[in-house]
């Protein structure tokens, strides 16, 4: 059917297209040392040359039901790498006559059932295209009755034009003509449908009758039409990606089908490879581990990064903390290298204690300092801020031992020995700056009764 059936492999080869032109990512199964290292080396053997086919022939499995490549190892330089992938005709294998679910090699030792594939040898992707067996599962089940009645279709059409695209030749004679006359006025006009030239007496005529009316065209173009309807819901979930749409907005709704359909292709077939080649590439090369890294198809999302990056001023103007690698990540910067010249960031780097622009507005004349009743709120607003972090290392201590205490007795008891182990270090540190711009402001005073 990809062969002869030109929409069927125009549809078709769009949805293996879009999975195939995804990248992989792999993600480590740890932060480890160890497991970075194995998801580096997993991360090569994905981006190898050998990989770029690989995609395209295990989504062969939409149409078929299941694929099955062959993996050709390399360990001439002390590791295992995968030199190519071979994919394999599915006349190769069968399905186990029990389950009808175990693909297994075609092998004279066993005709009827076939032999187990061996490990670590084969990539094999069965996509859930819909329940039930995986040989009644391809799209090609769907798509082979629309090419069966498109092709008595375009026969028909075929015939039709043929005999009436053609305008009819009608040769007239005259009453006293001869058989030699008749004979000759035949051969003009079959003449005609090749040479388009003829020669005959003056006293005979052919006439051209058009027995066209465009009727019976517009019947079997719309019947093929049809079938090629068929064919894209079948294989894209849809029609307007693949034919004549009506709007915009039912356009954006079918190619929303389409991303769905991609999105599911991407999961089945990252499954696959992390089963037969991430955790085959892994064994060999490191032994067997308690975890795996996982290597995913990465399907891109449309974000309006207009809109994203208001709500994200507005979060943030709300006092919403927001990490800057999420951020990064979300619009799809990389972080500055060390040295690197950067553009944005905060209008004012601010002091280990902030407040610079309230200390800038007091160093001025009388005229232009700040009220010392907006430079007290500004300081109580810095040093209230982020208490949680200078406060933990002296009240969990404390609310660990409540846990712990079996009465107020006890409590009281152990209170001695919890001392050293509290770390006030960045509550005194944070008091004593702020002692310190309390006295910059002019806002503090010696005058204590002791």
Same mark, same amino acid.
């Not at 389950?99 to 066993?110: F, K, P, Q, T, V």
């Not at 490191?286 to 975890?291: D, E, I, L, S």
């Given at each position: 059917m990809e062969e002869a059936e030109w929409h069927y492999r125009s549809v078709i080869s769009t949805r293996k297209s879009a999975v195939a032109g995804l990248d992989w990512q792999v993600a480590a199964a740890s932060d480890g040392a160890r497991d970075q290292e194995i998801a580096g080396f997993v991360r090569e053997a994905l981006a190898a040359q050998p990989m770029l086919g690989l995609v395209e022939d295990?989504?062969?499995?939409?149409?078929?039901?299941?694929?099955?490549?062959?993996?050709?190892?390399?360990?001439?330089?002390?590791q295992w790498m995968p030199a190519r992938y071979e994919w394999r005709d599915p006349r190769w294998f069968r399905f186990d006559r029990?389950?009808?679910?175990?693909?297994?090699?075609?092998?004279?030792?066993?005709?009827?059932?076939?032999?187990?594939?061996?490990?670590f040898k084969w990539i094999v992707h069965v996509p859930k295209l819909k329940s039930g067996l995986p040989v009644r599962g391809g799209l090609a089940m769907l798509g082979v009755r629309s090419y069966l009645f498109k092709s008595y279709t375009l026969k028909d059409w075929l015939a039709f034009m043929e005999v009436f695209g053609m305008p009819l030749r009608v040769g007239k004679y005259g009453p006293g003509a001869t058989r030699e006359d008749r004979r000759t006025l035949i051969n003009a006009v079959a003449n005609l449908g090749t040479d388009a030239a003829a020669v005959i007496p003056d006293s005979m005529k052919i006439e051209f009758v058009s027995a066209f009316s465009?009727?019976?065209?517009?019947?079997?173009?719309?019947?093929?039409?049809?079938?090629?309807?068929?064919?894209?819901?079948?294989?894209?979930?849809?029609?307007?990606?693949?034919?004549?749409?009506?709007?915009?907005?039912?356009?954006?709704?079918?190619?929303?089908?389409?991303?769905?359909?991609?999105?599911?292709?991407?999961?089945? *077939?990252?499954?696959?490879?992390? !089963?037969?080649?991430?955790?085959? /590439? &892994?064994?060999?090369?490191?032994?067997?581990?308690?975890?795996?890294?996982?290597?995913?198809?990465?399907?891109?999302?449309?974000?309006?990064?207009?809109?994203?990056?208001?709500?994200?001023?507005?979060?943030?103007?709300l006092g919403v903390h927001v990490a800057e690698s999420v951020v990064r990540d979300r619009f799809g910067w990389p972080d500055p290298a060390d040295g690197e010249t950067v553009i944005g960031g905060r209008p004012e780097p601010s002091s280990p204690f902030g407040l610079n622009r309230q200390l800038a507005m007091n160093t001025g004349s009388p005229e232009e300092a700040a009220p010392a009743a907006d430079l007290r709120d500004a300081l109580a607003a810095e040093e209230s801020s982020d208490w949680e972090p200078q406060l933990s290392p002296v009240i969990d201590p404390l609310l660990k031992l409540a846990g712990e205490a079996s009465s107020l007795e006890d409590?009281?008891?152990? *209170?001695?020995?919890?001392?050293? !182990?509290?770390?006030?270090?960045? /509550? &005194?540190?944070?008091?004593?700056?702020?002692?310190?711009?309390?006295?910059?402001?002019?806002?503090?005073?010696?005058?204590?009764?002791?």
């Open positions: 295990l989504m062969d499995a939409l149409g078929k039901g299941f694929a099955a490549a062959e993996i050709i190892w390399d360990f001439s330089e002390r029990e389950s009808g679910r175990e693909l297994r090699l075609r092998d004279r030792a066993d005709p009827a059932n076939g032999i187990p594939l061996h490990p465009g009727t019976g065209v517009e019947g079997f173009q719309r019947l093929a039409e049809f079938f090629d309807a068929q064919t894209s819901k079948a294989v894209l979930g849809q029609t307007m990606t693949a034919d004549d749409g009506s709007s915009r907005a039912q356009a954006q709704v079918h190619d929303g089908v389409r991303v769905v359909l991609v999105r599911s292709d991407a999961k089945y *077939l990252s499954a696959a490879i992390n !089963r037969d080649l991430v955790r085959p /590439l &892994v064994d060999l090369n490191f032994g067997p581990q308690a975890a795996y890294p996982q290597a995913i198809l990465q399907v891109p999302e449309a974000h309006d990064l207009t809109a994203e990056a208001q709500n994200l001023k507005t979060i943030a103007d409590f009281m008891g152990r *209170l001695a020995d919890l001392y050293p !182990r509290m770390k006030p270090d960045e /509550l &005194v540190r944070r008091l004593a700056a702020a002692g310190f711009m309390a006295r910059g402001t002019g806002d503090a005073t010696d005058d204590l009764d002791v």
